[in-house]
């Protein structure tokens, strides 16, 4: 993997920039139309000359700089030799070739056999979501499956460098967040240069971003950083220039800090009413910021302080989801010792060197070797019966299948002869010790999830204590005068705690050491519950509320909150985000008990599906990924709708649905954010972009697994 450094002085379009990518991440040039972006790109990719310019592969780990470009020495490496692919808003696929072909066309070129290249093909088509259409012809796609094909085609092809030109400015509106989330994962560890005037796309794509203006770089930094606190023009009037609002829901000016609490709508809830259609956060944005809140405190987890000692066999026994925190190495080999592969008998090749089916060769049956005893070493001319698994006697250096010997079947006594049709290579059926891992090998790298092959692995090797990350600390608050505990009888206008339940659950599920608390509707109780330090010493990585956010006149999580940054202890966002159901939803740093410095806290309505369905979309990717929960994430999958659907086109809508026994889309109950026990039923929820209002039976819809 090449990092990239481009240096362009070019006074036919005054274009004068200097711009580097380190090896491995993806980098987006943003800017107004005609600020030089495109001749960037043209620059990198050898398609355009500057008066005056160089583009190099700077070389990782050793490997030299590879010079393309260098206007000065004269040196230009064609387009098609560079290592560097284009992807643009047009797919530009081979029309008459295969989409299996096209996507294989990159490695076969890179010199794989045919087969090899056509598992990566598959591998990539799969990637992104278009194992389908392999056998089809590129002419007959749409215009949404050719991009995603062309994707899958330029990552296929395993370039140094991605460019990306406006990668999903042609795509049609629906399809955008899910080809942007198959774009986000084939970025992983890629190095790239993403040309978009999006700021959704820099957002969900790149690691760092230059603001390219008039020509000139005139901002450069991390993406959070640069997006959260611009400093050009261009960026500082976003809003306005986002040309895909529709997508993501209006993207706010972003804030001086993650959690954005200088969004239009704050704490203190005044500008909502006059600006809450258009202050509408997009779940991206929300996802992104809750991210940026929360992963700091779960990077905490494997530090030396909180990762703690266990007992494989204790993880054996509850195998919760849990990381490694620190390499585990054998401490044996295994195998430990040659072994046989197969039941047969365990020969010295040479002896059978000449054998044949006109000429068998006869060896004298020595004593049989059963799995978990050492036979004595093997004398020429004579074959041992041996079981899987048992060690291969000193002398012999192969194995024939008892299939394949003559008699063909165990019951020979020691010193009856059996016979053989044909020559066998040394070492045929003979596991050799250490080839699975040598005694001080890393079975499994520090992150590493615990999970049922790891743990096998880690007895196989020897291995019975690890150093794993410590369980993330959530406290669980359950708000609302009308919340009463599983159980309890209920008063007039009460309801049962179905939220600490659910939550609960599933912040226990991905791993989590989960407190759960009820607070009524009181904001002197519920700050109290956040800065009282109790439960000895135990203090959370996160708070997760839910209730308590939206407009009323009791809404105790954002009042608490609004009084707690009042008095310089916490900062916080309240507000709406695009989607439906969890539309409003609150996201702080406070101070909690004794503890140091801020804890993130993410407020979810109180509705329960809202309050799940929150969860699914913003805390679940984040925990799991911490936690070491496989798979990380839901499966995903399009389908064709069984039956019509409405949906606000102002928002993401999440629908409860399931397969149908032929593939399709069925929903599950209705839209309301109150219907937990038809929530209870579905096996998939369903997603509805911003932009869509109707889509018809038959249309296809995407679905995310979730029972
Ligand atoms: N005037 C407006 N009213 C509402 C808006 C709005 O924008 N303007 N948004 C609606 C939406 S959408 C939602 S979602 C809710 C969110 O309200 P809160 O988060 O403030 O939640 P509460 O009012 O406390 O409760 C809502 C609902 O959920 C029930 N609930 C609460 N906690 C639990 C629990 N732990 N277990 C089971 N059920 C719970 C509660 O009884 C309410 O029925 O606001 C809308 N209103
Ligand atoms: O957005 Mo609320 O979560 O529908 O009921």
């Known amino acids: 993997m090449s990092g990239l450094h481009v240096t362009v002085d070019d006074g036919a379009r005054d274009v004068r920039v200097d711009v580097a990518v380190a090896p491995g991440r993806t980098l987006a040039v943003v800017g107004p139309n005609g600020a030089g972006k495109s001749t960037l790109l043209s620059v990198v990719a050898g398609l355009y000359v500057p008066t005056s310019g160089r583009v190099v592969l700077t070389g990782a780990r050793g490997e030299g700089?590879?010079?393309?470009?260098?206007?000065?020495?004269?040196?230009?490496?064609?387009?098609?030799?560079?290592?560097?692919?284009?992807?643009?808003?047009?797919?530009?696929?081979?029309?008459?070739?295969?989409?299996?072909?096209?996507?294989?066309?990159?490695?076969?070129?890179?010199?794989?056999?045919?087969?090899?290249?056509?598992?990566?093909?598959?591998?990539?088509?799969?990637?992104?979501?278009?194992?389908?259409?392999?056998?089809?012809?590129?002419?007959?796609l749409s215009g949404g499956q050719a991009q995603r094909v062309a994707i899958a085609r330029a990552f296929a092809a395993e370039p140094?460098?991605?460019?990306?030109?406006?990668?999903?400015?042609?795509?049609?509106?629906?399809?955008?967040?899910?080809?942007?989330?198959?774009?986000?994962?084939?970025?992983?560890?890629?190095?790239?240069?993403?040309?978009?005037?999006?700021?959704?796309?820099?957002?969900?794509?790149?690691?760092d971003v230059v603001v390219v203006d008039r020509g000139r770089v005139v901002e450069h930094g991390p993406a959070a950083e640069v997006l959260d606190?611009?400093?050009?023009?261009?960026?500082?009037?976003?809003?306005?220039?986002?040309?895909?609002?529709?997508?993501?829901?209006?993207v706010s000016t972003p804030g001086p800090d993650p959690i954005g609490h200088t969004d239009p709508t704050t704490h203190t809830g005044e500008r909502e009413a006059e600006g809450a259609e258009h202050a509408r956060r997009g779940v991206e944005e929300h996802a992104w910021r809750v991210a940026a809140a929360v992963r700091p405190a779960l990077a905490t987890l494997v530090a030396p302080h909180r990762a703690t000692e266990l007992a494989v066999a204790d993880a054996v026994v509850d195998p919760r989801p849990r990381s490694l925190a620190a390499a585990a190495v054998a401490t044996v080999a295994t195998p430990g010792f040659d072994n046989a592969q197969m039941d047969g008998y365990a020969v010295r090749a040479a002896d059978l060197a000449g054998a044949s089916a006109t000429a068998p060769v006869a060896l004298v049956v020595a004593d049989p070797i059963p799995a978990g005893r050492t036979g004595a070493p093997l004398a020429a001319g004579t074959a041992a019966p041996i079981m899987t698994g048992a060690p291969v006697p000193d002398g012999a250096d192969a194995v024939v299948r008892i299939e394949d010997a003559l008699p063909p079947r165990f019951g020979q006594d020691a010193g009856d002869r059996v016979s053989f049709s044909a020559p066998v290579d040394a070492g045929t059926f003979v596991r050799r010790a250490g080839s699975d891992a040598s005694a001080g090998d890393v079975v499994l790298a520090a992150g590493a999830p615990l999970g049922p092959a790891q743990l096998g692995a880690l007895v196989a090797s020897g291995i019975d204590r690890v150093r794993v990350a410590d369980a993330p600390r959530v406290l669980l608050v359950s708000t609302g005068s009308e919340v009463r505990g599983a159980g309890e009888a209920l008063g007039p206008g009460q309801v049962h705690d179905a939220n600490g339940a659910s939550l609960a659950a599933a912040l226990r599920v991905v791993g989590a050491d989960v407190r759960v608390r009820t607070v009524a509707d009181d904001v002197a109780a519920f700050r109290s519950l956040l800065t009282t330090p109790d439960d000895g010493g135990w203090t959370p990585d996160l708070v997760v509320t839910t209730g308590g956010v939206s407009a009323g006149a009791y809404?105790?999580?954002?009042?608490?909150?609004?009084?707690?940054?009042?008095?310089?202890?916490?900062?916080?966002?309240?507000?709406?985000?695009?989607?439906?159901?969890?539309?409003?939803?609150?996201?702080a740093t406070v101070a909690v008990g004794r503890g140091e410095g801020r804890v993130p806290l993410v407020a979810f309505p109180g509705n329960p599906v809202s309050a799940l369905v929150s969860f699914e979309l913003f805390l679940r990717p984040l925990l799991a990924d911490a936690t070491g929960l496989r798979p990380a994430r839901r499966g995903r999958g399009r389908a064709p709708l069984a039956e019509a659907v409405d949906s606000p086109p102002a928002v993401h809508q999440v629908r409860r649905g399931a397969l149908d026994d032929s593939g399709r889309v069925v929903l599950v109950g209705g839209p309301g954010s109150h219907l937990l026990a038809r929530y209870a039923e579905a096996t998939v929820l369903v997603h509805v972009p911003v932009g869509v209002a109707h889509l018809d039976a038959g249309d296809e819809i995407e679905y995310e697994e979730i029972g």
């Open 555 to 587: 809404e105790v999580v954002r009042l608490a909150l609004g009084a707690l940054a009042d008095d310089g202890l916490a900062d916080a966002w309240f507000g709406h985000v695009a989607m439906q159901p969890g539309g409003p939803q609150g996201l």
């Open 160 to 207: 140094q460098v991605v460019l990306l030109d406006e990668p999903l400015a042609a795509v049609d509106v629906p399809s955008v967040p899910h080809l942007r989330e198959v774009l986000r994962r084939a970025l992983a560890g890629v190095t790239a240069l993403v040309v978009t005037h999006d700021v959704a796309d820099a957002l969900a794509l790149a690691d």
């Open 65 to 140: 700089d590879r010079v393309l470009t260098d206007t000065a020495a004269g040196t230009l490496v064609p387009p098609a030799r560079r290592g560097v692919v284009l992807l643009g808003q047009r797919p530009e696929l081979f029309e008459h070739l295969t989409v299996r072909a096209n996507v294989a066309f990159g490695p076969r070129a890179a010199g794989l056999r045919r087969a090899d290249a056509r598992d990566v093909a598959s591998r990539w088509l799969d990637a992104v979501g278009a194992q389908g259409l392999a056998r089809r012809r590129a002419q007959a």
């Open 229 to 250: 606190a611009p400093r050009s023009a261009f960026l500082r009037q976003l809003p306005a220039a986002t040309g895909r609002a529709g997508i993501l829901g209006s």
